[in-house]
């Protein structure tokens, strides 16, 4: 069965950092991409950045590029997303998701989220 | 980057109703289009992908349909599980982008 838990969710400053892991498990990380998907309270889904099996495709969102980074440890079967400079826009329920398609992708299973608060 | 359009914002249904659910792409995204339910406090769940293909275990009563630039998503009859938001997300192309979500509520 596969699942998805994430972890690291937190309430931090502006301006501060915050890293939220992803524990998956009934599929490899190293043979599937996954992404980060966001949604701010009571609002819709952004799709936030993505990684590839092999790790050698990295993508992200614009409102997020050179402030967050997507990495993640095959060996722990673990996907991670390392967020600084955050600021209040970036407060959101954060989901991993595993990737379907070839290129580009959709979102075949989600984890539960992990809530990010940025507020002074 | 293409953007991704919704209608109606809410639709308010009977039970055993059918329920009609459009989505637009400012391009065109061929069939690469997905529909996602999300209910209250969850995640969302794939329904469709491909613009017509069922994901695993969803019921034959949701259809999607479509191509190029206008989609569709059908309830046949709505069940009262069926209460919920719904989203597309185009994979076209990057920036991957949903739609803004319907919300499909009782009448």
């Known amino acids: 069965e596969v699942q998805l838990l994430e972890s690291g969710g937190d309430f931090v400053q502006p301006g501060g950092s915050l890293r939220l892991a992803c524990a998956a498990s009934?599929?490899?990380?190293?043979?599937?991409?996954v992404s980060w998907v966001r949604q701010a309270p009571g609002k819709g889904l952004e799709w936030v950045s993505t990684?590839?099996?092999?790790?050698?495709?990295?993508y992200y969102a614009d409102s997020v590029r050179g402030r967050f980074t997507i990495s993640k440890d095959t060996s722990k079967n673990t996907l991670f997303l390392q967020m600084d400079s955050l600021r209040a826009d970036d407060s959101a329920i954060y989901y991993c998701?595993?990737?379907?398609?070839?290129?580009?992708?959709?979102?075949?299973?989600w984890g539960q989220g992990a809530l990010v608060t940025v507020s002074s | 980057e293409i953007v991704v359009t919704q209608s109606p914002a809410t639709l308010s249904v009977s039970p055993g109703e059918r329920a009609t659910l459009s989505c637009r792409a400012s391009q065109s995204v061929s069939s690469n289009l997905a529909w996602y339910q999300q209910k209250p406090g969850q995640a969302p769940r794939l329904l469709i992908f491909?613009?017509?293909a069922r994901a695993t275990g969803i019921p034959a009563r949701f259809s999607g349909s479509g191509s190029g630039t206008e989609f569709t998503l059908t309830i046949s009859s709505l069940q009262s599980d069926d209460f919920a938001v719904y989203y597309c997300q185009q994979f076209n192309n990057w920036p991957l982008t949903f739609g803004g979500g319907t919300k499909v509520e009782i009448k």
């Open positions: 009934g599929f490899t990380i190293s043979n599937n991409a």
């Open positions: 998701a595993r990737n379907m398609g070839h290129v580009t992708y959709y979102f075949d299973y």
């Open positions: 990684i590839t099996g092999r790790g050698t495709g990295i």
């Open positions: 491909g613009a017509s």
